[in-house]
C-alpha cells in the first residue's frame, strides 16, 4: 500500500474512533484492496467491522440484498449496483458507513458501453450515499490501486463534510 493510502486509512481512523462509530466495506473489483488499506491501521478493529467481497451478482444479490431487477437492467457494474451495495453493508454488517466498489478492472470483462477501467464507487451512510465513477483503463494493477485509493479519499472526505463529533 502507498504512503497516501496510509496517511488517508489513518485519518478515517482517527475520525471513527474518537465519534464511536463504525465502517464496513462491500467490494467487488477491488476484492477486498479498500478493506486491506483500511485495516492496515494499528486499532482498525475498533472501527472497522468487516467487508464482504461480492465477486458475483449472487452475492451481490444473497448478502447484500442489491436488487435482482436493476442487476439485470443497469449490470452490475452501475450507479445504482454500487449504492445499493453501501447501504446492504450498514444493514448485513450492522455499521454507521460503507464503502462499495464494482467495475470492470480488465484486461477482460468490459463491454461496448461499459469498457474496461469503468469502476464504481460509493460510499456513505444510510441516509446519504454518494457515487463516483472511475473511466480510464491504466491496466488492472493500476486501474485497481486508483479505485482503491480514491475509494478512502472519497470516504474521508465525507466524513469530514459531516463534521462528525466525538462521543
Known amino acids: 500500500m502507498d504512503f497516501e493510502s496510509k496517511i488517508i486509512s489513518r485519518q478515517i481512523g482517527d475520525i471513527l474512533y474518537a465519534s ?4 464496513g466495506t462491500a467490494e467487488s473489483c477491488t ?12 486499532g482498525s478493529s475498533d472501527y472497522y467491522k468487516g467487508g464482504i467481497v461480492a465477486y458475483t451478482d449472487e452475492v451481490k444479490e ?7 431487477e436493476v442487476l439485470e437492467e443497469k449490470t452490475a457494474v452501475s450507479e445504482e449496483v454500487a449504492r445499493e451495495m453501501v447501504l446492504g453493508t450498514i444493514q448485513a454488517i450492522g455499521v454507521d458507513f460503507a464503502i462499495a466498489s464494482t467495475g470492470y ?5 468490459g463491454t461496448k458501453d461499459i469498457p474496461v477501467g469503468t469502476i ?9 450515499v454518494r457515487a463516483f ?19 478512502i479519499r472519497l470516504m474521508l472526505d ?10
Open 31 to 42: 476484492g477486498g484492496r479498500i478493506s486491506e488499506a483500511i485495516i492496515a491501521i494499528p
Open 120 to 128: 464504481w464507487l460509493a460510499y456513505g451512510s444510510k441516509n446519504e
Open 20 to 23: 464511536g462509530l463504525t465502517i
Open 105 to 109: 478492472a480488465g484486461p477482460g470483462g
Open 158 to 167: 465525507f466524513l469530514k463534510e459531516m463534521d462528525i463529533k466525538s462521543e
Open 62 to 68: 444473497k448478502i447484500l440484498g442489491v436488487s435482482h
Open 133 to 151: 465513477k472511475l473511466t480510464e483503463d491504466f491496466g488492472r494493477d493500476i486501474n485497481l490501486a486508483i479505485a482503491t485509493n480514491k475509494a
